[in-house]
């Protein structure tokens, strides 16, 4: 449930650099970056006082999962449109 969206985009942006910081890739940190952005959006105060490790694993590993579900989507539906298996084939946002 959203309470409020102060602070949203700084965790956003800092649970992203934390992760890339760590070693994560890109994705990966993104993912951490919009589960430490859920919790924010969640509570009323602008940024979390503290977070739970084991709930932002989980959560990221979630959105994760999602994206790599949704780009595999979009890449199949590409592929059907344009009824071809070229390997040459770029992902565009469409």
């Given at each position: ?12 942006v ?11 890739d890109?994705?990966?940190s993104?993912?951490?970056g ?25 959560d ?20 059907r449109i ?6 040459d ?6």
């Amino acid at each position: 449930m959203v309470a409020s969206l102060t602070g949203a985009g700084d965790c956003l942006v800092g649970g992203t650099l934390a992760s890339v910081c760590a070693g994560l890739d890109i994705l990966q940190s993104l993912a951490v970056g919009i589960a430490v952005a859920k919790i924010a959006v969640e509570i009323e105060s602008n940024v979390p006082s503290h977070c739970n490790v084991a709930s932002i694993t989980d959560d990221a590993k979630k959105i994760l999962f999602a994206v790599k579900e949704l780009a595999f989507d979009r890449f199949t539906v590409h592929l059907r449109i344009n009824n071809s298996l070229r390997m040459d084939m770029q992902f565009t946002s469409e």
